[in-house]
Every structure is written in structure tokens, then in C-alpha cells.
């Protein structure tokens, strides 16, 4: 059964950006499944951490979005693990479509009155 997931990675930011595009693909082909689409980057670039990681202060961010199945998850966190160049990764489950972004400084049932 194929399941929709979301992993953010934090690479190493010394690393050209080829560097870190084909690193994403050969992790992504870990994960390839048939007739699934290929996985939607969200590419944040350089940004400093809010702490520091291994003595590092900055990092590359990536967020992915695919579907692949269950299975073939231990195998790509095992990659992500032992490659060096990776400080930091999150993979999570996607049940529910994403939350609509909101307005910097807004809450749930807040109106503005004009």
C-alpha cells in the first residue's frame, strides 16, 4: 500500500548545490516506487540553525513530499543515517492534506477589523 510522506533535510552547508541534488537522488531512488510521481522538492536553501549541529551554524534545508511504501522507509532512514553530509532529517507520515499557510502573527478565529 502506497502512503504519502514529507522528510525535511538538513545538509551540510559547505556543499555545492549540485553536490546536494545528487545526493537527493540517490536517496529518492531508494524509495522509487512504480507508477508514483517523483518526489516535490521544496528547496529553502542556506539558513542558520537554531542551534549548533556537530559545530556547524548553518545548513541547507530541503523538504520533500512523496509516496512510496511502507517498506522501503527503514532502508532510506538507514542511507540518511550513514551519510555524513546530512546533519539532521525528519521523515513524517501525511494522513491529512497540508494546513493552509497562515498570516505571520494571526491565530485560529482571528478577525481583523477594518
Do not use: C
Request: charged share 30%; proline share 9%; no cysteine.
Amino acid at each position: 500500500m502506497i502512503r504519502p510522506y514529507e522528510v525535511v533535510y538538513i545538509f551540510d552547508s559547505t556543499l555545492e548545490d549540485e553536490a546536494i541534488t545528487q545526493k537527493l537522488e540517490e536517496v529518492h531512488a531508494l524509495i522509487a516506487v512504480d507508477g508514483a510521481e517523483p518526489p516535490n522538492l521544496n528547496i529553502w536553501g542556506r539558513r542558520t540553525l537554531a542551534y549548533p549541529i556537530r559545530k556547524q551554524t548553518t545548513g541547507y534545508y530541503v523538504v520533500a513530499n512523496f509516496d512510496t511504501d511502507p517498506e522501503k522507509l527503514p532502508e532510506f532512514e538507514r542511507a540518511l543515517k550513514l551519510d555524513e553530509h546530512i546533519i539532521r532529517y525528519l521523515v513524517v507520515l501525511n494522513d491529512e492534506p497540508p494546513t493552509p499557510a497562515q498570516a505571520p502573527g494571526t491565530r485560529d478565529g482571528d478577525e481583523e477589523d477594518n
